[in-house]
């Protein structure tokens, strides 16, 4: 029944895992960013709600104008000022609030596309991870294609 992995765990995958207990609303499905899993503390999704997210993502990513970035020195500078503000048009991945344990804010720019992302859960492991700022470097149309295969291959039948 596991779909297994679509893209690339040194960038982005989604690997989606085998129904939960024989759920028809709840999966197991693994995100990797850059090497490393965002959902290390839970990877049980609540189907129509992962669904929902991922779609309106794919939405939100292809009428994705230029947002300008560039007075920020760095990218925890960046980071820090998103979550200050609650940057709607730049969060992503924010799939599922019981899985993700890393909040995703995705940068396009006319020189670069990239995600930055922190852990947020103290439950994650290493702890040393816990609130240090990552950045992904990935191309907006490769995301796009992450999502959408993802999107196609899980199941839609919840009922």
Not at 16 to 38: A, T, Y
Not at 43 to 50: A, G, H, S
């Given at each position: 029944?596991?779909?297994?992995?679509?893209?690339?765990?040194?960038?982005?995958?989604?690997?989606?895992?085998?129904?939960?207990?024989?759920?028809?609303?709840?999966?197991?499905?693994?995100?990797?960013?850059?090497?490393?899993?965002?959902?290390?503390?839970?990877?049980?999704?609540?189907?129509?709600?992962?669904?929902?997210?991922?779609?309106?993502?794919?939405?939100?990513?292809?009428?994705?104008a230029y947002v300008?970035?560039?007075?920020?020195?760095?990218?925890?500078?960046?980071?820090?000022?998103?979550?200050?503000?609650?940057?709607?048009?730049?969060?992503?991945?924010?799939?599922?609030?019981?899985?993700?344990?890393?909040?995703?804010?995705?940068?396009?720019?006319?020189?670069?596309?990239?995600?930055?992302?922190?852990?947020?859960?103290?439950?994650?492991?290493?702890?040393?991870?816990?609130?240090?700022?990552?950045?992904?470097?990935?191309g907006r149309e490769?995301?796009?294609?992450v999502l959408q295969?993802?999107?196609?291959?899980?199941?839609?039948?919840?009922?």
């Amino acid at each position: 029944m596991t779909m297994g992995l679509i893209g690339e765990r040194t960038k982005l995958a989604v690997d989606i895992g085998d129904p939960w207990e024989g759920s028809k609303q709840n999966q197991h499905i693994k995100v990797w960013l850059g090497g490393k899993d965002i959902t290390s503390v839970d990877d049980v999704v609540y189907l129509p709600t992962f669904y929902n997210k991922l779609k309106n993502d794919i939405e939100k990513l292809k009428s994705y104008a230029y947002v300008s970035t560039g007075d920020a020195p760095s990218d925890e500078a960046l980071f820090a000022r998103f979550e200050a503000t609650d940057a709607a048009q730049h969060r992503i991945l924010s799939l599922d609030m019981t899985t993700m344990s890393a909040r995703c804010y995705y940068v396009y720019s006319p020189d670069s596309s990239y995600i930055l992302f922190s852990y947020w859960d103290e439950r994650h492991e290493p702890q040393s991870e816990v609130g240090k700022i990552f950045r992904v470097d990935i191309g907006r149309e490769e995301l796009i294609d992450v999502l959408q295969e993802s999107l196609q291959n899980i199941s839609t039948t919840w009922y």
